[in-house]
């Protein structure tokens, strides 16, 4: 659904190459009747398919449905999949905040159908690989909360003694911006220059602060600066957490934690991930620094468009539908 986007196009070169799926519909409102090859040259000689209009009732027919669509969207049509038999994985932000009135505030409307956000699964593999199996809606994380996320959850998850607060200072490339004309993200308009922004408030903060907090049992506070930086792909997080000096050994921690996981690669120490390491993949690189007895630093990098949207959602489907985790996903990086 949707799938004419950056976030779209990724879903459907994954997809396309996957073993186990037979794409059966795609559909775009502006541009339904067109062949998908017209509109993305480089799947010409792997889909034949055109675009249908969204209410296309194949849809209904699909073992699984993506939407790569704005939000708002997929909280509309969902559920109507739902009720005939159709598992959804949503890429947008409509079924990733568990509380209505929170979702509200940050996306500016009421939420279409909060009956069905209690069921949703928040789409981190690593946090939550039971409940996706069993999933109707999966709820794919955003690219920023993923990075961000894998930095710090084996600190919570394992009861390390932390201090309560975090900063997470996250540099993203410009596709997280989505394939849209706004001057302020025309490449000459970014290029040799960096910036913050929404530094008062970002839609991924609450989002990340949820996903914490279950780790911990608790509430977390959290301090969230994004930065667009003139490169397409990527996101680099640096991650800060206060530590209250237990002597634990938390590169052994991390390594442990992630040591059964195919797409979080703990480096060794001092290791400084690039980028350009994960760019075209689904992994997250993740390294630790210990810059003083009660502070840590975690450097997380991962592709926003692969492991920050289209190839998490294609994990989690293989999740969900039984499959081998890392089908359909184990390219290595496009460099250089």
């Not at 675009?51 to 849809?59: C, K, T, V, W």
């Not at 999966?138 to 201090?163: K, Q, S």
């Not at 600066?225 to 209250?244: N, S």
Request: charged share 20%.
């Amino acid at each position: 659904m949707g799938a004419t986007g950056y976030t779209g196009a990724e879903t459907l070169r994954i997809l396309l190459a996957h073993p186990e799926v037979d794409l059966a519909v795609v559909t775009s409102r502006t541009e339904q009747g067109r062949r998908v090859a017209d509109f993305f040259p480089w799947l010409r000689g792997h889909t034949d398919l055109c675009y249908s209009a969204p209410d296309d009732p194949a849809l209904a027919r699909c073992d699984v449905v993506f939407f790569a669509t704005p939000n708002g969207t997929a909280m509309e049509q969902a559920p109507a999949l739902v009720r005939a038999g159709v598992r959804v994985i949503d890429l947008s932000a409509d079924f990733r905040l568990a509380d209505a009135a929170e979702w509200a505030r940050w996306y500016g409307r009421e939420h279409a159908c909060p009956d069905l956000l209690p069921e949703a699964v928040y789409g981190l593999p690593e946090q939550n690989r039971g409940r996706i199996r069993a999933a109707r809606i999966v709820a794919n994380p955003g690219c920023y909360p993923t990075a961000v996320i894998l930095a710090l959850l084996p600190l919570l998850a394992e009861g390390a003694d932390v201090a309560g607060d975090f900063i997470a200072d996250a540099k993203s490339g410009v596709s997280g911006a989505g394939r849209k004309v706004e001057a302020g993200y025309l490449f000459s308009e970014v290029t040799d220059s960096f910036r913050a922004y929404a530094v008062s408030g970002h839609r991924h903060q609450p989002e990340i602060r949820q996903a914490l907090g279950r780790a911990a049992g608790g509430p977390v506070e959290l301090t969230f600066v994004p930065h667009l930086v003139p490169m397409v792909r990527g996101i680099h997080a640096t991650v800060y957490a206060r530590l209250h000096d237990d002597g634990r050994d938390l590169q052994a921690l991390y390594e442990r934690y992630y040591g059964e996981e195919p797409f979080v690669d703990v480096l060794p120490p001092g290791s400084h991930p690039e980028t350009r390491s994960v760019r075209g993949t689904n992994f997250c690189r993740v390294a630790l620094h210990r810059p003083a007895p009660h502070r840590l630093v975690v450097l997380s990098v991962i592709d926003n468009l692969v492991k920050g949207a289209a190839g998490q959602a294609v994990q989690n489907m293989n999740i969900m539908f039984g499959l081998d985790e890392t089908l359909g996903l184990t390219a290595s990086a496009l460099a250089p």
